[in-house]
């Protein structure tokens, strides 16, 4: 986070470089798992290797393609890059990129592998129903990510569990259709059921430790929010609103945008989704909890609960 204004975040940091470490440990693993079960090395590199160049180059561009967003000029969204412009040069740090999503769906996220090649994106839905200085602390939550480079963290840790489910669908895939025959060594169904074991232990391990980052690193970014700005009660205003708001969207839309949620302001669940299958699996802490936080920086710059 060197040059931003931020205020730092130890913990964070501590909890970024134990992740990614951990990650690291079970990436390696991962590969020589799949070797073992049989898997030629080769195609295990070739997989590995083009997924993760795939995701760090690509992220921001397959999240602007997946949510329909489209970056816009300074002529095309005035006030949105008004707030950006502003944040940025409050918070001394590069501007990204800026980008709208034409859903209603009330809500905003920040995608890309360093500050350089960073998009920082607002929904139509949340341009409309939120006030300047509500607009403006949660751009300032989004910014914060960008500055403790936990946008990164997230890119890199992503790719190991969609690696995971990618292999563990083709296993699966290959199994049911037959799987062929070998008269040399293990049956072809053999191996894919091995790489489908070894697959799900490491999608669930590495789901596991980003859910944990995940949690921790939105307290972080509202901290950061609340103190840039000087108003956390504004971003206790537009959680609350958004939150309010997301139980009228249709539970299509929310669907629609559900895959986003580890890199959006606030969740969105589709209505059918149960609270404790939520909670359980949630990339954001308690709306209560966020909204606790933000009353106590409220006492703390003085300005009452």
């Known amino acids: 986070m060197a040059g931003s204004k931020f205020i730092p975040d130890r913990g964070l940091t501590t ?26 090395w080769w195609l295990v590199a070739l997989i590995v290797v083009g997924f993760a160049l795939f995701q760090y180059f690509s992220s921001d561009k397959v999240a602007m393609f997946s949510m329909g967003a489209r970056e816009v000029s300074p002529e095309q969204a005035p006030q949105l890059h008004a707030v950006v412009d502003r944040l940025c040069a409050m918070a001394d740090m590069p501007k990204p990129k800026v980008a709208i999503a034409d859903t209603d769906v009330p809500n905003a996220f920040a995608a890309g592998h360093n500050q350089r090649n960073t998009v920082v994106c607002a929904t139509t839905g949340l341009l409309r129903r939120l006030e300047n200085q509500e607009l403006e602390a949660v751009l300032a939550h989004e910014l914060s990510h960008v500055a403790h480079r936990d946008v990164t963290v997230m890119t890199i840790a992503g790719f ?15 199994v049911a259709f037959g799987g062929g025959r070998s008269n040399n ?22 789901f596991l430790l980003t859910r944990l980052l995940s949690r921790y690193r939105e307290l972080s970014a509202d901290r950061a929010a609340a103190f840039l700005t000087g108003r956390p009660s504004s971003l206790g205003s537009a959680l609350t609103k958004i939150t309010g708001d997301m139980a009228r969207i249709p539970t299509r839309d929310l669907r629609q945008v559900e895959p986003f949620n580890a890199f959006f302001f606030t969740p969105a669940f589709s209505k059918k989704q149960g609270v404790s299958l939520s909670q359980l699996f949630a990339t954001h802490p308690p709306v209560e909890q966020r909204l606790e936080q933000l009353a106590g920086i409220s006492r703390q710059l003085g300005q009452g609960a």
């Open 185 to 206: 060594g293990p049956a072809p169904a053999v191996i894919a059921l091995g790489v489908v074991a070894v697959s799900v232990i490491v999608w669930v391990l590495s």
């Open 15 to 40: 909890r970024m470089l134990l992740t990614m470490s951990l990650l690291g440990i079970l990436y390696v693993v991962f590969i020589i798992a799949l070797i073992l079960v049989g898997m030629p």
């Open 160 to 174: 190991l569990g969609i690696i995971a489910g990618f292999l563990t669908q083709v296993g699966l895939r290959f």
